[in-house]
Every structure is written in C-alpha cells, then in structure tokens.
C-alpha cells in the first residue's frame, strides 16, 4: 500500500492562510469519508486536528478545516501562528488488506 | 481523564523480540479500538495494526503480518504490541493511540501514547 502523496513543504507568513494536499487514489481518499489530518510537532506525539474529512475534535481551533475532491484531501489553516508550525500528516482508510495509510507529511513552517 | 502511557524505551539485536506496553486510564478499557502506529526517523506515521478491546479481534498491516502480535489484558487495562525477527530498519518510535468511538476503527485517533523508542542496531 503506497503511502498518500503530501507536499514537503509549506510555508506562510503569521495571518496568512496556507492548504496542505493529500493525494490518493479512487480506492482510499476517492471512496471513503475517513479522512483525517494529524499535526506533529518535534518529539511529541501527534494530535488529531481533523477527521471524517471536515469535522473537528473539541479543543481544536476552528480556523483549521478540511475539506475533499475526488481522490484529494486539503488541510486549510487560516490566520496562520507560529505555533502551527509542525509537520501534518493526512491519513485514510483504504479497500486494500491494509486498511489505513498515511500520508508522506508536510513540513509546515511560519515565516 | 484518558491517559495511555506507554513501556520505556528498549535496545535489541537484531532477530530479537520486543513487546511495548500501552497502560490504560480513565475511560472503560473495553469499549474502545486501540491502533499501534510507528515513525522511524525523520520519517511519516506508518499503521501497524488494530486491536478490538471489545472483542479481542485484531487487523495488521500486510507489511507486518506475521512478525506483529497485538493482544490485551483486560484486568490489567493494558494494551501490547510485539514485534518479532527485529532488522534495522525496525529502529522507530512506536505509538499507540485510542479511537474516539465506541467499537470504531476509523483512524479518528483523539489519545496518544508518548511513544517508546525501540531501536535496533545495525
């Protein structure tokens, strides 16, 4: 199972908004509503951010949303702060013998 | 509230076994699917494997089936994941996580572990 294709990186000045991809195909992110979105910061666990493509958990700044088209997720973050900056990974269920996958992940910087 | 504290970290040759506690707190240990995810250095999540604590049902990833057992002890709220025949590239941080809702696997992983390295020299 490949994983899901992210870009490297983004990047964003404060305030901004940034939109992170996450390309699969019509067997994961094209056929299902499990998507969900995960931010890492160095040395710490990750932290759901997003899930079933666009809801978010409590806790969790509503200027962060996702969203989906066809076999391509998004992650947006409006009004970008500094302590966005992370890495982000995408995550989907698949048709295939194994069931999740991740994406490459996205290296997410604030200038 | 919900906390999943996870075994320390563990050094092994390589052929070897490791087995990584996940300790379980603050919820029914039985309603919920636990998912065992690692990231090897500098690198992306990678989705081992779920276990139902409902029902003891388990799924792995293809990539590890056969070398990865997952298993609980109810009494003791404590999930395990233990993986065989150790290489290298075995070397990563092994978290385990906790879906949001009862009797789901969905990846809507809402608590984490803190991790535990395992490493494998080469």
Redesign the interface.
Known sequence: ?S?LTQPASVSGSPGQSITISCTGTSSDIGAYD?V?W?QQHPGK????MI??VNNR?SGVPDRFSGSKSGNTASLTISGLQTEDEADY?C?S?TS??????????TKVTVL | QVQLVQSGAEVKKPGASVKVSCKASGYTFTHYVI?W?RQAPGQ????MGWINAVNGNT?Y???FQGRVTLTTDTSATTAYMELSSLRFEDTAVY?C?RE?QYNR??????Y????TLVTVPS
């Open positions: 199972q994983a499990y969900s995960f666990a990750p932290k759901l899930y079933e958990p990974f995550s269920y295939s013998n194994t069931p999740f996958v991740f994406g490459t992940g | 998912h995810v992306r999540l990678e989705w799924k990833s293809q990539k978290y996580a949001s696997a969905t990846l809507t992983l809402n984490w572990g803190q991790g």
